[in-house]
T-cell receptor
Framework: EAEVAQSPRYKITEKSQAVAFWCDPISGHATLYWYRQILGQGPELLVQFQDESVVDDSQLPKDRFSAERLKGVDSTLKIQPAELGDSAMYLCASSLVRGQNTEAFFGQGTRLTVV | GESVGLHLPTLSVQEGDNSIINCAYS??????FIWYKQESGKGPQFIIDIRSNMDKRQGQRVTVLLNKTVKHLSLQIAATQPGDSAVYFC???????????FGPGTRLSVLP
């Protein structure tokens, strides 16, 4: 069964350091999402891509967060510098086609701890 | 494993009973809804979806009901099993392909 792949599963980093997460969506899925989930809450969207283009990054803290999907396939989310409040689960999801109501499939996430 | 949702509302049910999890959504323009199940340390897993032109949809042991008048969504799980223990989120999708907005979640605890 096709899955959204994320790495690493866990990451511990010191504050002020840079950290990066990688996501490989399900093959053929044009839409890719990055969500952040704070413990005890639902996921919140950080950025949404349609192919290689950003379609929504209104909730992305652009002073420290960046995301790219250069070839419209896999994606990287970066934080520099990391802050203590960035500790959370970072989830990647993909869906088949934007413009139609289709489910988003999630990866297992990257649990980030900033110390 | 790590716990998801330490301070979430909790629903406790006996194994074999039916469970009903409720969700109030925020936007009357939302046209597509999904229920997700999230186990500790894992990403959300799709359970069932429903479009706004429907008021009921059934899957295997699960039923979703949609009441657009009061912006309410519910998930019914029949014959609840220990493996159903998890946090359940409803998600709403607005304007075809815009992002999914998640509700706060409910923890389902199945008692033996």
């Amino acid at each position: 069964e096709a899955e959204v792949a994320q790495s690493p599963r866990y990451k511990i980093t010191e504050k002020s350091q840079a950290v990066a997460f990688w996501c490989d969506p399900i093959s053929g899925h044009a839409t890719l999402y990055w969500y952040r989930q704070i413990l005890g809450q639902g996921p919140e969207l950080l950025v949404q891509f349609q192919d290689e283009s950003v379609v929504d990054d209104s909730q992305l803290p652009k002073d420290r967060f960046s995301a790219e999907r250069l070839k419209g396939v896999d994606s990287t989310l970066k934080i520099q510098p990391a802050e203590l409040g960035d500790s959370a689960m970072y989830l990647c999801a993909s869906s088949l086609v934007r413009g139609q109501n289709t489910e988003a499939f999630f990866g297992q996430g990257t649990r980030l701890t900033v110390v | 494993g790590e716990s998801v949702g330490l301070h979430l509302p909790t629903l406790s049910v006996q194994e074999g009973d039916n469970s009903i999890i409720n969700c109030a959504y925020s936007n009357s323009a939302s046209d597509y809804f999904i229920w997700y199940k999230q186990e500790s340390g894992k990403g959300p897993q799709f359970i069932i979806d429903i479009r706004s032109n429907m008021d009921k949809r059934q899957g295997q042991r699960v039923t979703v009901l949609l009441n657009k008048t009061v912006k309410h969504l519910s998930l019914q799980i029949a014959a609840t099993q220990p493996g159903d223990s998890a946090v359940y989120f409803c998600a709403e999708n607005i304007n075809y392909g815009q992002n999914f907005v998640f509700g706060p979640g409910t923890r389902l605890s199945v008692l033996p």
